[in-house]
T-cell receptor, first 116, second 110 residues
Framework: NAGVMQNPRHLVRRRGQEARLRCSPMKGHSHVYWYRQLPEEGLKFMVYLQKENIIDESGMPKERFSAEFPKEGPSILRIQQVVRGDSAAYFC??????????????FGPGTRLLVL | TQLLEQSPQFLSIQEGENLTVYCNSSSVFSSLQWYRQEPGEGPVLLVTVVTGGEVKKLKRLTFQFGDARKDSSLHITAAQPGDTGLYLCAGLFGNEKLTFGTGTRLTIIP
């Protein structure tokens, strides 16, 4: 059973370009979470999605960031007009149901975004 | 906004020594998790503690959840180079959104 897949693993963009990060959850998981990790820091929650629904986007910056989890295909985190401050590692996690102490979130290997 | 503070931020010790790292919050958790993250990888769950005062052991690792469920500790006995990594605690609060601590970067010197 494959784990959470993220691609690309590394992404380099110039300021002003768009970044698209993809996450395929574990088989059978319908809940996806995105986190951002800055160097030497812990992970910060960004958004929680179910298929075709955004459940909680309280951690998403108000502008330039969007996320989706379509009925078919991977979840996408999209960053428009990237700036240097967007450089970070972006992690996706999935769980079979809504996360609780009874359900573990399984993390992918992350996408390292570097904005030049 | 719930905050989790971990200490120390950095720790470097000799192989074979014992160590303890801490995770503290001003809020009560419904549960707390410990993760280890290696360079270039995502966090991997080590343990989940739910009950105040709970102690869980994972080989040489001992996890304790405070009685008031606002703090936790991770103790490693006879540290080995393979224990090197970033240790993260994460609290699950009422809204079931994981809040991560700042992390302890552990280096074990052979």
């Amino acid at each position: 059973n494959a784990g959470v897949m993220q691609n690309p693993r590394h992404l380099v963009r110039r300021r002003g370009q768009e970044a698209r990060l993809r996450c395929s959850p574990m088989k059978g998981h319908s809940h996806v979470y995105w986190y951002r990790q800055l160097p030497e820091e812990g992970l910060k929650f960004m958004v929680y999605l179910q298929k075709e629904n955004i459940i909680d986007e309280s951690g998403m910056p108000k502008e330039r960031f969007s996320a989706e989890f379509p009925k078919e295909g991977p979840s996408i985190l999209r960053i428009q007009q990237v700036v240097r401050g967007d450089s970070a590692a972006y992690f996706c996690a999935s769980s079979p149901t809504r996360a609780s102490y009874q359900e573990t979130q399984y993390f992918g290997p992350g996408t390292r975004l570097l904005v030049l | 906004t719930q905050l989790l503070e971990q200490s120390p931020q950095f720790l470097s010790i000799q192989e074979g020594e014992n160590l303890t790292v801490y995770c503290n919050s001003s809020s009560v958790f419904s549960s707390l998790q410990w993760y280890r993250q290696e360079p270039g990888e995502g966090p991997v769950l080590l343990v989940t503690v739910v009950t105040g005062g709970e102690v869980k052991k994972l080989k040489r690792l001992t996890f304790q959840f405070g009685d008031a469920r606002k703090d936790s500790s991770l103790h490693i006995t006879a540290a080995q180079p393979g224990d090197t990594g970033l240790y993260l605690c994460a609290g699950l609060f009422g809204n079931e959104k994981l809040t991560f601590g700042t992390g302890t970067r552990l280096t074990i010197i052979p």
